[in-house]
C-alpha cells in the first residue's frame, strides 16, 4: 500500500515535470522531504504539508524551466533565498550550472547548507550577506548570468538589490504576482537608472493550485553607477522612482 502511495505521489511530479530525469525527480522528492523536517525545527515557510512545498515551493519554482533561459556553464545567483527557493529546485534541475544561493538572514543560510550537503548537490554555493553590501564587492559585482528573486521585496527595491549582480547582457527573472504583470511599464524608468531595460513579462498557471504566476525579465544593457546599490536600507526606505 505504501508503495503504491509513493509510486503515485513519484507520477504526479513527473506528469508536472516529464523533462526531468527519475534521478532528478527522486531528489526534488527528497528536496521536500529535508525542507519538511528542517521547517519543523525553525521557522523557515507556512507551508508545512508535503503536496504544499512539491507544487507551493518546488513546482512553482521550477515553472520558469519551460523557457530555456537557464543554459549550462553559466553563473546563476538566488537573491534572497530564504529556505531555498528556487535556488534548490533549479540546482537540481540544471547540474552543470553554477548557482549561488544569498541571504541576509545567517540562520536560513546555514539550514539551506545544511540541506545542500544532505541532498549532495556540487553546484551550489551558499553566502550570507546583503544585497547592498554584497552588490558593491568586485567578486560579485556585474558577475551573473541571471539574477533570481522570488519574494524579496517590492519591485524598485528588488531591482536595485538585483542588478548590480547582473553581468552586463544578462538579465533578471522575478517572480511576481499578478499587480505588477498589468502594470509593469511605470517602472521602466527606475530599471533605466540601473542601466537595464524591461523587456518582457511572461506567464504561467501553478499545476494543481491553477493559479496564475508572472515572470518579469530585466536585461542589464550597459555599466551599472558607482551610486548603486546605495548603503545598507536605503533602497528600502526611499525606493528609486
Ligand atoms: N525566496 C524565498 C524567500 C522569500 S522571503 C521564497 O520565495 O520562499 C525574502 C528573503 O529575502 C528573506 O529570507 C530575507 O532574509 C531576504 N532578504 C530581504 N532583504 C534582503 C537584502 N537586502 N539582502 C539579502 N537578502 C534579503
Request: proline share 5%.
Amino acid at each position: 500500500c505504501f508503495a503504491r502511495f509513493q509510486a503515485k505521489k513519484m507520477m504526479d511530479l513527473a506528469s508536472l515535470l516529464p523533462s526531468l530525469t527519475p534521478e532528478q525527480r527522486m531528489q526534488l522528492e527528497q528536496l521536500a522531504e529535508v525542507f519538511l523536517s528542517w521547517n519543523q525545527k525553525l521557522n523557515l515557510s507556512s507551508i508545512r504539508d508535503r503536496q504544499g512545498v512539491l507544487i507551493k515551493h518546488i513546482v512553482d519554482s521550477l515553472l520558469i524551466v519551460q523557457w530555456d533561459l537557464i543554459h549550462e556553464g553559466q553563473k546563476i545567483m538566488d537573491l534572497g533565498t530564504g529556505g531555498g527557493f528556487p535556488g534548490l529546485p533549479l540546482a537540481i534541475t540544471y547540474p552543470n550550472t553554477d548557482f549561488t544561493l544569498v541571504d541576509a538572514t545567517g540562520k536560513k543560510i546555514r539550514v539551506v547548507e545544511a540541506m545542500v550537503k544532505e541532498l549532495r548537490l556540487k553546484n551550489v554555493q551558499c553566502v550570507t550577506g546583503r544585497a547592498e553590501e554584497l552588490g558593491r564587492k568586485h567578486s560579485f559585482r556585474e558577475r551573473f548570468h541571471v539574477v533570481l528573486t522570488r519574494a524579496l521585496a517590492e519591485f524598485p527595491v528588488l531591482l536595485e538589490y538585483a542588478m548590480p549582480f547582473v553581468k552586463i547582457g544578462g538579465k533578471l527573472i522575478a517572480y511576481q504576482g499578478q499587480e505588477l504583470a498589468e502594470n509593469w511599464s511605470g517602472f521602466q524608468p527606475v530599471a533605466k537608472k540601473l542601466s537595464s531595460k524591461i523587456s518582457e513579462v511572461k506567464h504561467a498557471i501553478l499545476p494543481v493550485e491553477d493559479a496564475e504566476r508572472s515572470f518579469v525579465i530585466v536585461e542589464k544593457i550597459g555599466p551599472l553607477s558607482a551610486k548603486y546599490p546605495r548603503g545598507i536600507g536605503i533602497p528600502k526606505k526611499h525606493p528609486l522612482s
